[in-house]
């Protein structure tokens, strides 16, 4: 079993008990099989297919014409659905695979994407955000590995949402500096505030994470 922070047990065997879990290929097999048979046409499956869609629109947006409040108000409904679709899950009882897969993934590509956007913008140095997207990659890779060795995936525990938290108001606040804003004396502050708090509970939960993935894999090879 995986444990998070605070000591409390995340990500363990998928079998819901002490008993070895189930490993190797025919384990990665069923996961994808799972999640081809979940329900896919759902209400909130249907915001976080069109958070992702906006992505591309977004980068445009920011890269092309320099439309920042247009790109702007892209990043505000990104925030609104990602909170809506939750909602929507609990409240209809519509929770999926799929929607486990599409929301965090929505996500990390608005996180990337903004991060891609500032570096050529020249808004944030290019070493700040290799960083945060490293941090991404190196996850990612890992959670295969997790499938692998029967487990799933840690949960998110309070570091990374407030990591999230922080940066989705970094990134507007951000943008809202970039042209001529009245209160701009005010808000440049906040904003490299938030950045600098949001980049460094990021890191640090990519950590965190990559601690428990390694404690999974120590665990596994201990009981085979």
Request: a negative charge; hydrophobic letters at 50%; proline letters at 6%.
């Amino acid at each position: 079993m995986v444990q998070d922070a605070d000591g409390a047990t995340t990500g363990s065997a998928p079998n819901g008990d002490d008993r070895p879990p189930e490993q190797g290929i025919d384990r990665l097999k069923e996961v994808a099989a799972d999640v081809w048979r979940d329900p896919w046409w759902t209400l909130p499956n249907a915001l976080s297919a069109l958070r992702l869609a906006g992505v591309p629109a977004f980068l445009w947006l920011l890269l092309g014409p320099h439309w920042d409040l247009l790109a702007l108000l892209v990043l505000v409904l990104s925030g609104l659905t990602d909170w809506l679709d939750g909602k929507l899950a609990r409240w209809l009882g519509q929770y999926s695979r799929v929607g486990q897969l599409l929301d965090p993934a929505a996500d990390r590509l608005y996180i990337v994407a903004t991060l891609v956007a500032f570096v050529l913008r020249g808004v944030i140095p290019w070493w700040a955000a290799a960083a945060l997207v490293g941090r991404d990659v190196v996850l990612t890779l890992c959670l295969p590995v997790l499938r692998y060795h029967g487990y799933e995936p840690p949960e998110v525990h309070y570091l990374g949402k407030a990591a999230t938290f922080c940066l989705m108001y970094a990134f507007p606040l951000l943008l809202l500096v970039q042209g001529d804003f009245a209160l701009d004396w005010l808000a440049r502050p906040v904003a490299y505030a938030f950045t600098c708090w949001g980049g460094a509970l990021y890191l640090w939960a990519g950590v965190l994470y990559l601690g428990q993935v390694i404690s999974a894999v120590r665990s596994s090879w201990v009981r085979s």
